[in-house]
Each structure stands twice: as C-alpha cells, then as structure tokens.
C-alpha cells in the first residue's frame, strides 16, 4: 500500500518513468523507470488509481481491525464470553 502511496508522488515528479507497463508478450510491470518494449497503460490515470487502491485497502485493513480484532469489537467480546 505504501509502495503504490510514493509511486503515485512520483508519477507527478516523472511522469514518463512511473508507471504500470505492459509488455507485447503479456507481462505486466509495476516499475520507477521506463520499460524498453513495454507500452504504459494508465498514463496520468496512475494517480488516481494507485490512491483509490491505498483508500480501499485502508478501509479495509479499518474494518478488519475494528470488527474483528480490536478489544472493543464484537468479535473480541464474542470470543470472551
């Protein structure tokens, strides 16, 4: 999650390097520099995509903790009694 957070601020600082590439053969790449024979896919479209996937997963990883594993939650409290 981190990773695609400071891949996103980078896609503003190198928008020709960052990127999510995609190759003839079909491979994918998640890469800080360019990729010879490979075609970019998202362009500029990285941003908002690589933040969406950061929110997501932090909702996520929230409700997770919240519902199952914090010591308020009902699942802590079903499991102690």
Known sequence: MLVL???????????QAVGLWHYADGDWALSYQAQQGA???LGAWFIPAALSICALSSAVLYALWRFAI???G???GWMKG
């Open 5 to 15: 957070l400071h891949m996103a601020v980078m896609e503003v600082v190198h928008p």
């Open 39 to 41: 075609a970019e896919v």
């Open 70 to 72: 914090a010591p308020a």
């Open 74 to 76: 009902p699942v802590s």
